[in-house]
């Protein structure tokens, strides 16, 4: 169990957001924080505190007028901190490599391969050979739907038609290096971890996934550690006293360095 750090930009700025208020309509979202600073600030940070495997997203669709705004500022965070940071937010077989150059180490593709409501393993297949497995996350990030948990694209506002299983994410692991996978319903309302949805990622085996979404507290981290098993990275965004949460920094800042370390967060 291994902190992941994070930096999202919309409409050129750093920026956590409520994850289902996302328009591409008006470029609108629920922000519960905003930062002065610029996304190679917070690269620098997590390079010189040796944090490695964070994600850089770009919330704004390439027909934005921010795009261009949002990506200078996702370019500048990768150059600030070479091979740390992975990179996602309108990645495309054409454009991965002008990402992999900029210094990440890892793109994170959604939208490109879950297209139309289906899986295109045409196009997954072109990202694995443009970039390579080992250089190629897939964004599996979810909502509810009934009881059960739908891969959702275009800013996590379209609902495909490709349940998340154990054996759908085990099919794609063939694919990819790593899994990230928001809970999407709770993302960015600190409302608590999506239990069933952690219970179906701890069941996959022997490949990273890092989980995002409603771990508000200290309590909700400790939880997440005991239904993960310690299975699962994680990261936290407006929960974290940096973006003017409440769950200390420097604490999960030690986590992310020692990822075998078995004391709780009850310990702090």
Not at 47 to 66: M, Q
């Amino acid at each position: 169990m291994r902190f992941r750090p994070c930096i999202d930009i919309h409409n050129g700025a750093v920026k956590q957001i409520v994850g289902g208020s996302l328009k591409d309509q008006g470029d609108q979202a629920i922000e519960n924080f905003r930062s002065d600073q610029d996304a190679a600030y917070y690269a620098r940070m997590y390079r010189e505190d040796d944090l490695p495997g964070g994600h850089v997203i770009l919330l704004n669709s390439s027909s934005s007028p921010y795009y261009e705004k949002t990506k200078e500022q996702a370019l500048k965070a990768l150059r600030a901190y070479p091979k740390g940071l992975q990179v996602g937010g309108g990645i495309t077989a054409e454009n991965a490599e002008e990402y992999l150059e900029a210094g990440a180490s890892h793109v994170i593709v959604t939208s490109y391969v879950f297209k139309d409501g289906e899986i295109r393993l045409d196009r997954l297949k072109e990202l694995e050979k443009a970039v390579g497995r080992k250089h190629l996350v897939l964004d599996v990030s979810c909502r509810r739907k009934g009881d059960a948990y739908y891969i959702v694209t275009d800013r996590w506002q379209t609902f495909t038609n490709v349940r998340l299983t154990k054996a759908k994410m085990e099919e794609l692991a063939a694919y990819c290096d790593e899994f990230l996978v928001h809970g999407v319903d709770v993302e960015g309302k600190a409302s608590g971890v999506e239990e069933n949805l952690v219970q179906i990622l701890r069941s996959v085996e022997n490949i990273p996934i890092t989980y995002a979404g409603g771990i508000g507290k200290m309590e909700d981290l400790e939880a997440f550690r005991q239904m993960s098993g310690g299975r699962l990275d994680y990261t936290i965004g407006s929960a974290l006293d940096l973006f003017g949460g409440s769950i200390p920094y420097e604490y999960v800042k030690r986590q992310g360095l020692c990822p075998n370390r078995n004391d709780s967060v009850n310990t702090l």
